[in-house]
């Protein structure tokens, strides 16, 4: 959590600033739900001006050819659109093409990179699912929060250093049994796995382990030589588990984001059928949709038929942003990887050495 110290939090809530529901919003919301709201708010902007403009609605739209012109620029921008999307197959495909020798490397890497969890961590086989490997990686980070809380008990020196780590050991502790919790039995595919693993802020954890294990005094300078020795192992092992953490949600960030490419191409390849038929079909009958009379709420009908056909038009539009403000997000806060922290920082002055906390300002953005 954050602290008056200045301490990172937890949560993404909690490291962000402003208002938390734009981070919902950005993040947490359903993509078709902000889709929605895209387009209710584009309709309801249209239905907004043609109310209160001095001049009926209904005279603006039918003098000279705004209609046609805004439905041309439509059927283009849709198209383009549509070519977008080929693009954006060709870039996820780009990352699954390769020869031989590079799809071997990325087997052995993968695979390697397993055994060096598994032999870190002392399980027999690291789990297959992406949710469950985290978990197992969070796990291991819990066990050895609980080995640093009880070698920081040993020490009977009640040193501020000694005092910080029992608090650091307490934080990663509930912390990360915080998170396992949130990681038990997700699907990949959803945004709960990557939203479990996005709030356990491991970057600014090795960075205070890191801290922490320099600001001990050496094993010969005090009567608690062992305690303090064990100490500095608790913490090294905190760290090894730490840095395995980091690749791995980098790599769970990577093939999340393709899912994501791939479910967006195909979203907006079946909103562009509707869209084009919708402004194609205006396009060539705006002239008699022109001659529809009445109006509801004070607002011509024609006015509504427009703003519908405008908002349906713009669906890949709004696809396409609802998907991009998620992705932009979750890039910018996970844009390094390790001890990076790119945020406002007060207290990590170059030169920080023993004894120096290091906290700074709230920061607004994760690591």
């Not at 913490?235 to 840095?243: E, I, P, Q, R, Y």
């Not at 050495?353 to 906290?359: E, F, K, L, T």
Request: charged share 20%; glycine share 8%; proline share 3%.
């Amino acid at each position: 959590m954050v602290t008056d110290s200045g301490e990172s939090g937890d949560t993404m809530r909690e490291r962000a600033a402003g208002d938390t529901r734009i981070l919902w919003f950005l993040l947490d919301a359903d993509r078709w739900l902000v889709t929605a709201l895209l387009s209710a708010v584009l309709f309801c902007g249209i239905l907004a001006v043609g109310f209160l403009h001095p001049t009926p609605a209904l005279t603006l739209l039918t003098r000279g050819d705004p209609v046609e012109t805004l439905f041309q620029g439509l059927v283009t921008a849709t198209i383009t659109g549509v070519t977008l999307v080929v693009s954006i197959n060709s870039l996820v495909l780009s990352q699954e093409l390769g020869t031989l020798g590079d799809q071997r490397d990325r087997m052995e890497g993968a695979m390697s990179f397993r055994r060096d969890v598994e032999d870190e961590l002392g399980v027999e086989i690291a789990p297959a699912t992406p949710a469950a490997f985290l978990q197992v990686l969070v796990d291991g980070v819990e066990r050895r929060g609980a080995r640093l809380s009880k070698a920081a008990a040993a020490v009977a020196s009640e040193r501020v250093e000694t005092e910080r780590t029992r608090a650091f050991a307490d934080d990663v502790r509930g912390h990360a049994s915080s998170v396992s919790s949130d990681l038990a039995d997700r699907q990949f595919g959803t945004f709960g796995v990557l939203s479990a693993a996005l709030n356990f802020n491991y970057s600014w954890k090795i960075h205070e382990a890191r801290r922490l294990r320099e600001s001990l005094p050496e094993a010969d300078e005090t009567a608690d030589a062992e305690s303090i020795r064990e100490l500095r192992d608790a913490l090294d092992s905190v760290v090894a588990a730490l840095t395995l953490f980091g690749p791995a949600r980098e790599h769970v960030k990577t093939l999340y984001f393709q899912w994501e490419l791939v479910d967006l191409s195909r979203a907006m390849l079946y909103s562009a059928v509707p869209a084009l038929l919708v402004a194609t079909n205006t396009l060539l009958f705006h002239g008699t949709l022109g001659s529809v009379s009445g109006a509801t709420l004070g607002i011509a009908h024609y006015v509504w038929i427009v703003a519908l056909a405008a908002s349906i038009a713009l669906a890949p539009f709004a696809i396409l942003l609802s998907f991009v403000l998620r992705i932009g997000t979750i890039a910018k806060r996970t844009l390094s990887i390790g001890p990076f922290i790119l945020r406002t920082t007060g207290g990590d002055e170059v030169g920080g050495g023993r004894g120096d906390s290091g906290r700074g300002d709230r920061e607004p953005d994760d690591e």
